[in-house]
């Protein structure tokens, strides 16, 4: 009798993200699953201009919108089970998943989960600047009894602008990966004993190789949660 694998749904936001996601689910099933095999997965993205016009007005009931269509759009295609691999937008998360035709697994969560695993306490967090200085991180954290560490204001502003006018546009440039590096060995002088790479696209510019700190990537984390769930 062939076993059930749940159908995965990715509720996209930028596409470099929504791909990374997708390519962790596609490579790394096979290793648990079989050669080429993978769950069925179902990709559905509202322009990031859109998401960023609400976010840019606070309108954080017009991003979980978008969301929700996403999750309508998936649930009509078959999918079980709902991931987003975007940190900023799950600021609505609370809005959206007591909605949402489907359930979803939560970001900020499942690196939480994995960071208390491995033993950490005191994360240093990587976003953009809605991330960094919002709900997401801390409201999922604490009840783990974990600590978010943020860079200073101006290194927050320069993450920011590597993300929306590089990272996005899928460029990849070696001097700001050397920034974010420095950033990262600040964090760590002041304590930290991690790093969440806490937005979708940061793996692609930083590894474990470019860091001094261990790295929890959320992007990642996220989908191999999401794999572990489909083949429970």
């Known amino acids: 009798m062939a076993r059930l694998v749940r159908h995965l749904g990715i509720v996209g936001c930028s596409s470099e993200g929504a791909a990374l996601c997708y390519r962790t689910f596609c ?25 960023m016009r609400a976010i840019h007005r606070d309108d954080w009931d017009g991003v979980a919108r978008l969301m929700l269509s996403s999750a309508e759009k998936l649930a009509s295609a078959g999918a079980d089970l709902l991931v987003c691999p975007d940190n900023t937008i799950h600021q609505a998360f609370d809005l959206v998943a007591a909605r949402s035709p489907l359930p979803w697994l939560h970001i900020a969560h499942e690196v939480g989960v994995e960071a208390r695993r491995r033993g950490f306490r005191r994360l240093a967090l990587l976003g953009t600047r809605w991330l960094m200085e919002g709900p997401v991180y801390p409201k999922r954290l604490q009840p783990l009894e974990l600590e978010a560490m943020l860079p200073e204001p101006a290194e927050r502003e320069r993450i920011n602008s590597i993300i929306f006018d590089e990272l996005v546009r899928g460029a990849l440039r070696s001097e700001s990966r050397a920034e974010m590096a420095a950033i990262i060995s600040r964090l760590k002088e002041q304590g930290a004993d991690a790093v969440i790479l806490g937005c979708t696209e940061i793996p692609l510019l ?27």
């Open 27 to 51: 490579l790394e099933a096979a290793g648990r699953m079989g050669t080429h095999d993978h769950p069925e997965v179902s990709l559905h993205t509202h322009s990031l201009a859109e998401y």
């Open 206 to 232: 930083v590894g474990p190789e470019d860091s001094s700190l261990p790295v929890l990537d959320s992007t990642r984390l996220l989908a191999r949660a999401a794999l572990r769930e489909a083949l429970a």
